[in-house]
């Protein structure tokens, strides 16, 4: 099974376009992220902070990139060519890679860091102020004060 039918759910809701696409790309595999190199681990260090490490082993600074774009993350990594070295075994992977995480909305990357050949990449989820719960109060009138003002307005127009 490749794809995932949602019709049913576009019968009745408006706007999980990008639920739909999530989970479409879940179901097809593309070859970056299906050789599992690099491994990574993605951890909740509180309720609106998380961080992505990836263990890039022989991986410089200046050999990795990340980029945003529509809510996706993707970080690449490209050893830049050096001199050719005589191996009898070379187990640490210095190819080239790309993987990809999708990010919810309203969350942004704030810092990465590359420490003994991990690169912690630091997120945060900031829900603007406009998306924020709001508290409404609730005024204590006259009984009927709706019916007054029907009143008013009837008479204003007679």
């Known amino acids: 099974m490749n794809t995932l039918d949602l019709t049913p759910l576009y019968r009745n809701s408006i706007g999980f ?12 595999s593309d070859s970056a992220s299906s050789t ?11 309720e609106d902070r998380y961080a992505i490490t990836l263990a890039i082993a022989g991986f410089d ?3 990795v990139s990340l980029s945003t774009e529509k809510g996706i993350l993707t970080v690449r990594g ?11 075994h070379q187990g640490i992977a210095n190819r080239t890679f790309e993987r990809k ?7 942004e ?12 990449i630091s997120l945060k989820r900031e829900i603007p102020e406009a998306m924020k719960p709001k508290t409404v109060a609730i005024n204590q009138g006259h009984n009927g004060s709706v019916q007054g003002t ?3 307005l009837q008479n204003q127009a007679a």
């Open 78 to 88: 490209e050893k830049t060519k050096s001199e050719q070295s005589n191996y009898l």
């Open 36 to 46: 599992g190199y690099p491994p990574y681990n993605i951890e909740v260090l509180e």
């Open 17 to 28: 376009d990008r639920l739909a696409s999530l989970l479409n790309n879940a179901y097809t």
């Open 61 to 63: 600074q200046s050999d």
């Open 109 to 120: 990357v704030t810092q990465a860091d590359l420490n003994n050949g991990l690169l912690t």
């Open 150 to 152: 029907r009143d008013n």
């Open 101 to 107: 995480f999708n990010l919810a909305d309203h969350v």
